[in-house]
């Protein structure tokens, strides 16, 4: 079964609205960490947001918030006030247990290419 | 901002040839990973090292692959006698609570 799930392989948004990118995740563990990276045209790999398992809020950097349902076991990022140079890839990603100061792999989601228009 | 380095960016070789990927991770960082993904596939994880030896890999990671922390700064993954399929770019992550990636090497196997 897949651990990291993004149902839309491609979106599209218009310049300055908001869009929401979709992640969905299974596990068991009770302690896990869910992560979001933009990969642009260029192929780097770009950290955007964390959300820890147990982290009472969601988190939020700048543009980008992540729209954590525990019980849905879903990690949406919503990128407000699209910009062009927010078209890229996008990946969900989770790490398992750890925490402290273990830290394990991350499995990877499908990944979603989003298309801002001006 | 700290951020993880990797050489080359690009890298041709031919088929049965040996490859060092290097990287030089986040300094403060004890965990080090590589990843591949290959062309318009999802990251796949390779291996990670904690404390100057492996603490996991997977399937992909077989007896052609290796790591190596040489010295206290660089992070290398070497890939022995390269096939075609091994065409990928390879990516080296580096981790505390959160996790960080080079720019990743493109590696061409013809």
């Known amino acids: 079964a897949q651990k990291i799930t993004q149902t839309q392989p491609g979106m599209f948004v218009q310049e300055k609205e908001a869009v929401t990118l979709d992640c969905t995740y299974d596990t068991s563990d009770p302690s896990y960490g869910l992560f979001w990276y933009k990969q642009p045209s260029s192929g780097e790999m770009i950290f955007l947001i964390y959300?820890?398992?147990?982290?009472?809020q969601n988190a939020t950097e700048g543009r980008y918030s992540l729209n954590f349902q525990k019980a849905r076991k879903s990690a949406n990022l919503v990128i407000s006030a699209s910009q062009l140079g927010d078209s890229a890839m996008y990946f969900c990603a989770m790490r398992e247990g750890g925490g402290g100061t273990s830290y394990g792999k991350l499995t990877f989601g499908q990944g979603t290419i989003l298309t801002v228009h001006p | 901002e700290p951020e993880v380095t990797q050489t080359p960016s690009h890298q041709v070789t031919q088929m049965g040839q040996e490859v060092i990927l290097r990287c030089v991770p986040i300094?403060?960082?004890?965990?080090f990973y590589w990843y591949r993904q290959i062309l318009g596939q999802k990251v796949e994880f390779l291996v990670s090292f904690y404390n100057n030896e492996i603490s996991e890999k997977s399937e992909i990671f077989d007896d052609q692959f290796s790591v190596e922390r040489p010295d206290g700064s660089n992070f290398t993954l070497k890939i022995r006698s390269t096939k075609l399929e091994d065409s990928a770019m390879y990516f080296c992550a580096s981790s505390d609570a959160l996790a960080f990636f080079g720019q990743g090497t493109r590696l061409t196997v013809v």
């Open positions: 959300q820890g398992s147990y982290d009472q």
């Open positions: 300094s403060n960082h004890l965990y």
